[in-house]
């Protein structure tokens, strides 16, 4: 099973306004996607989400659009750059009011030879194994970034120990001041699986 | 006040409900004179259970306060009279909207219908997000479906879905289309449950009734393979 990918919400009831997630199964390659479109300060609990709403649709379907004129048989790496062109042709209303300045995007893409995560706008990032998840990077490392749209193709990570990895957890770098210390676990470790699945928004 | 006048005082109210009168004028002297007679008299242990006495002491509510905790005041009045449950979990909401022990007040007075009654009271109040939230994580589906269906407002479905219960936040989004065919009540569901929506989106479909609400679901369903292919199917028949 190729490891999902999994954004971390925010710490409100409401906590995945302009979230999105996206699978593209592909012959060779299978890309699990993430991602978060923020909208700026908007008061209006109402209109925030109609905003957030209309932009994370409109990225994701033209995330999808993209990964479908991909190859059939396109490797991990085609897929990964076929999202990250796609991003950055995406239509202006993908990117919300701020004009993609608080886009995040985690990348998980699996095929016969490894598995690769890229993203952008991610404070911490994690493998979630049958235990828990456990820390992917150091602090500075570069799959930790700012968000907003790439100007180059992100870097990708490719795990060294797959096996058992379900999924590839990560925390928009918004969330950062939430999290604790940089190079502590971000309070993940402790919750039960069920707390922890409701963070990230996993359903049933 | 001695034993023996509050004695006398419990007679003349059990006489005067006896006799089909709501003893107002008495309770509301006691409010002015002594509020810890008034309490005795009104839901003390031997207190006349009387929906003619509950109405009387309804009218004598922060009097009554300020003998004993509403808590306390409102599970006692509740229990002394079925007829007049309704009337006095109302007046708990309208008074302490925003009390945790609402919750299970209201359980008792509706059923399975609680939360009517409280988020009636709380709707333009800053807290009716938490409220609902406080009835969905209590199983109360029902009242939160009638709430939407009621006030074509988005909370309800949203707490639903934040308690993770996809069946009722599918059938109350429906029941808020119903009511504001304008309503973002999709994009408060997906806020709350997260980006894996489809799943409780082709759930929407099912609770159906009409084809106009069926055109103010569509927009929402557009990208959703599952639920729009269901929707789709389900649109001809309505």
Do not use: N
């Not at chain 1, 109402?46 to 409109?58: E, I």
């Not at chain 1, 150091?138 to 870097?155: D, V, Y």
């Not at chain 2, 006398?8 to 006896?18: G, I, M, N, S």
């Not at chain 2, 639920?227 to 309505?238: D, E, F, I, K």
């Amino acid at each position: 099973m190729a490891p999902s990918a999994f954004l971390l919400g925010d710490p409100e009831r409401l906590a995945f306004a302009g979230h999105l997630r996206l699978r593209h199964d592909g012959q060779r390659a299978r890309l699990a996607v993430a991602g978060r479109v923020g909208v700026g300060e908007v008061e209006d609990t109402d209109a925030r989400l109609r905003a957030a709403w209309a932009a994370a649709s409109t990225l994701r379907a033209a995330l999808r659009h993209g990964l479908q004129q991909a190859a059939p048989d396109a490797d991990r790496h085609v897929l990964l750059r076929t999202l990250w062109e796609s991003l950055l042709v995406a239509p202006a209303a993908a990117h919300g009011p701020t004009g993609g300045a608080e886009t995040t995007l985690l990348a998980v893409v699996t095929d016969d030879e490894g598995v690769g995560v890229a993203a952008i706008g991610l404070c911490r990032a994690w493998a979630l194994r049958a235990a828990g998840p456990e820390p992917l990077v150091e602090p500075g490392h570069p799959l930790l970034c700012a968000p907003g749209l790439p100007e180059r193709t992100p870097g990708v990570l490719t795990l060294d120990a797959p096996d058992g990895v379900q999924a590839v957890l990560g925390a928009p770098s918004h969330l950062a001041p939430t999290l604790g210390p940089a190079d502590g676990d971000g309070g993940l470790s402790d919750l039960p699986g069920a707390a922890l699945a409701r963070r990230f928004g996993i359903r049933p | 006040m001695s034993r023996e006048r509050l004695a006398a005082l419990r007679e003349e109210v059990a006489r005067a409900v006896e006799d089909g009168h709501a003893p107002r004028a008495l309770l509301q002297q006691l409010a002015g004179q002594d509020v810890m007679a008034l309490a005795e008299v009104v839901v003390g242990p031997r207190a006349a259970p009387s929906p003619l006495l509950v109405s009387a002491a309804l009218e004598v509510l922060p009097a009554l306060e300020e003998a004993i905790a509403p808590k306390a005041l409102y599970q006692r009045l509740v229990a002394l009279a079925v007829e007049t449950r309704a009337e006095v979990l109302t007046a708990a909401a309208e008074r302490h909207p925003l009390a945790d022990w609402l919750v299970p007040l209201s359980r008792k007075v509706e059923g399975t219908a609680a939360g009517t009654v409280h988020l009636r009271a709380v709707a333009d109040h800053p807290a009716f997000e938490r409220c609902c939230q406080a009835h969905a994580e209590a199983g109360h589906r029902e009242g939160l479906v009638a709430t939407a269906a009621a006030l074509g407002r988005p909370e309800p479905a949203a707490m639903l879905a934040l308690a993770g219960d996809a069946d009722g936040a599918a059938e109350a989004v429906v029941r808020t289309l119903e009511r504001a065919p304008d309503s973002a009540v999709v994009a408060w569901v997906g806020a709350a449950w997260g980006p894996g929506l489809d799943p409780l989106l082709a759930r929407t479909v099912q609770h159906l009734r009409d084809g106009a609400t069926a055109a103010a679901l569509a927009p929402w369903l557009d990208g959703w393979p599952r639920a729009g292919g269901l929707l789709a199917a389900v649109r001809r028949a309505l």
